[in-house]
């Protein structure tokens, strides 16, 4: 977490503040890969805070290279293993006075290929996908690395006034993060679902043994097999962390093998009590919180298991 001293010495090292901030509704917008869910979402967005918008894809009117050259700013929102090799095909077109901007799931690389650029540079990971009804509540992590306190201030305002946490970090800081809220759970969630399908599991039968939070950790794990295979790993194959996480989870693994082969079970305990020491109060609040979302759970399931026995009579 950067601390507000922090903060200001990486607006400082930007240079003066002008009198006016710039890039603010009524700039000319590109986004590349403005078709995409992202895309729109975004597009969208700023559209309706003023700007005015144009959208680069390959199945557009617009080239790359003519939205980056005809605007103010540029919103790279295209797949993330694509991201680098974009900004950098595009970074020679680039001008003083633009400001170049992106929405990846990571920001060391991207911003690095960005701030090879003229133009100030602010990298953003939205923390939610293209398909939300509403920003409000919604939580953004936006690394400002060479932008004017004015210029950041009046974006992140946009963003604040409609409801969105705006969450500030280094780039290095965001990547660390993300090893824990996205390569540990998706990897750990990756691996459940080869052990599911090395073990011939059949998950239909498994369901007549669930108890309320099998099912819904198994509803987890299906959302993310339900989506896109290339973006879970990328984001696990490109977070420059992953590496330890993969280190220390194969400890663990070895740790549990090992304690499991020789029948210790007071190892097993010890190690499960200093983890929870480690979580403290919010095992306590998880817990709480969790039993009411398995309450809920439990209805939904009674509900549609009623709505079939209903629609097999009628």
């Known amino acids: 977490m950067m601390s507000e001293s922090e903060n200001a010495m990486v607006f400082e090292a930007c240079g003066h503040v002008p009198p006016h901030p710039r890039w603010g ?3 000319r917008m590109g986004v590349i890969g403005g078709l995409g869910e992202m895309g729109r979402l975004f597009g969208k967005f700023f559209q309706e805070m003023g700007y005015r918008v144009t959208a680069a894809d390959l199945s557009a009117e617009r080239t790359n290279r003519e939205v980056v050259e005809e605007s103010d700013v540029i919103l ?3 797949p993330l293993h694509k991201t680098v090799a974009v900004i950098r095909e595009l970074v020679p077109f680039t001008r003083p006075g633009q400001l170049l901007m ?3 799931s990571l920001k060391t ?3 690095a290929e960005m701030l090879r650029s003229p133009a100030a540079v602010v990298g953003l990971h939205p923390m939610f996908g293209g398909r939300i009804s509403s920003f409000r509540g919604q939580t953004l992590v936006a690394c400002p690395v060479r932008i004017e306190r004015a210029d950041w201030s009046l974006l992140r305002r946009l963003f604040v006034d409609r409801g969105v ?5 280094s780039p290095e800081e965001h990547d660390r993060m993300m090893s824990i809220i996205q390569v540990l759970f998706h990897m750990t969630t990756m691996l459940t679902g080869r052990v599911l399908r090395d073990y011939g599991v059949d998950i239909a039968e498994t369901m007549e043994y669930t108890s309320p939070s099998y099912r819904l950790e198994m509803n987890l794990l299906g959302r ?8 879970y790993s990328a984001i696990t194959q490109m977070n420059p962390y992953t590496k330890d996480i993969l280190g220390l989870l194969r400890e663990g693994l070895d740790r ?11 190892a097993f305990v010890e190690d499960f009590k200093r983890s929870a020491a480690h979580l403290g109060e919010f095992s306590r609040q998880a817990y709480q919180e969790s039993s009411a979302i398995l309450d809920f759970t439990v209805r939904l399931a ?10 097999a009579a009628g």
């Open 224 to 231: 993310i097999f339900a989506q896109s295979g290339v973006l």
């Open 109 to 111: 690389l991207p911003i």
């Open 25 to 27: 509704p009524g700039s």
């Open 256 to 266: 549990y093998e090992e304690w499991y082969d020789r029948q210790d079970l007071n």
């Open 165 to 169: 946490k705006v969450k500030e970090a």
């Open 102 to 104: 992106d929405l990846t």
């Open 302 to 311: 009674n509900s549609a298991a009623e709505e079939e026995k209903q629609e």
């Open 76 to 78: 790279f929102a295209v």
